[in-house]
Every structure is written in C-alpha cells, then in structure tokens.
C-alpha cells in the first residue's frame, strides 16, 4: 500500500504493538497487544482464512477478482474473524464461563490465535470478546498491507430484528423489563 504520510504508514501498518481499550462506560481498561502481522507463517494463514470464507466457497473466481478492493476484503476478513457466523478463526464468547478454551482477557495478541486457528486444522480459537474480534481483524488487515487500527465503542447498542431502532421495555414503575432481543452494553 502507498501512504505519503510515512508516520500514517508505520502507525496503521507496519506497528506490531498497540494499546487496546476493554471494558464498558464506567470502567475502562487498556493493556497492550502484540499484532504480530510480520510473525512466521501470518501471511500464509491470512491467505487462508480468505480461502476459506464463504464468499470463496460460493465462488472462487469472483471472491480472488474481488480481492483488490480493500472494503470488499473488509467485509470478508470482518466476517471471517468471527466464528459464529461463518465457522471463522476466533468463537465468541460472553457467559463468564470457558471451559475448553480460554477466558478473552488473558490474550495478549493475534498470533497465537492465528497459529492456533491453522494448527487445530483451521477450527474456531475459544474463545474472544469484542476487542479480540478487533485486534485480529487488525492483524490479519495490516499483514495484507490494508491501514487498520483498533477502535473500542462504549455504551453499544444491537439491533437485533433489523427495524433500525433499540427497543427497551419498562414496566410502569419504570423499571427496566428484559424483553426483546436488542441490547445496549
């Protein structure tokens, strides 16, 4: 990738360590995280993780002419990042309880989760939260040379049934009713 601004360049690709923001809006922590986009055999599972995507699945030869296009590999990579969807590298996991693989908090970078994904034969990493989720996209989008940095949002909100709105219930006294699939974190 060009960048004229040199600092742009060693800042959103070739850094290999950052700063990662985790928590929610009244506790908020940092620690460090090793990107790793220049370890071993990264590019390799980089690679791999693009053939093994959906879209490649359905169709090989329009995914690899698609691959120039840096939001188009976004949103492939995104997808693939996560394995609840798409049998990707990193499994969510938010219940407090890890058994069989390890609690999110206790990474501290990209590739032992990438050398773990290809070295289980490219089974889902247990297990990541958010951040996690991000900092490998950040791994995997920097090593393809594509400027990436980890953003963390507080006070989040999902839209679960798709009608562009949060939707939260209380009850006439004003207390807060767990209805509906939306959620705000």
């Known amino acids: 990738v060009f960048m004229p601004n040199t600092a742009e360049c060693e800042e959103y690709v070739l850094e290999e360590f950052g700063i990662i923001f985790a928590g929610n809006k009244n506790h908020i922590s940092s620690f460090g995280w090793n990107f790793g986009q220049f370890q071993g055999d990264i590019?390799?599972?980089?690679?791999?993780?693009?053939?093994?995507?959906?879209?490649?699945?359905?169709?090989?030869?329009?995914?690899?002419?698609?691959?120039?296009?840096?939001?188009?590999?976004?949103?492939?990579?995104?997808?693939?990042?996560?394995?609840?969807?798409?049998?990707?590298?990193?499994?969510?996991?938010?219940?407090?309880k890890y058994e069989g693989g390890k609690n999110p908090s206790s990474w501290t970078g990209s590739g032992e989760i990438l050398q773990s994904w290809k070295k289980s034969g490219f089974k889902p990493v247990k297990y990541g939260q958010c951040w996690v989720f991000a900092a490998v996209l950040t791994t995997v989008l920097r090593c393809l040379g594509i400027p990436t940095r980890t953003i963390t949002n507080f006070s989040s909100a999902h839209d679960a049934d798709g009608n562009l709105r949060v939707d939260e219930f209380y009850d006439a006294d004003g207390n807060h009713l767990e209805r509906g699939a939306d959620s705000v974190w």
């Open 43 to 96: 590019l390799n599972i980089c690679l791999s993780i693009m053939d093994r995507s959906l879209y490649y699945r359905q169709d090989p030869v329009t995914d690899v002419s698609h691959r120039h296009d840096p939001r188009y590999l976004g949103r492939v990579l995104s997808a693939m990042v996560n394995a609840n969807d798409d049998q990707g590298v990193v499994l969510g996991n938010w219940s407090g």
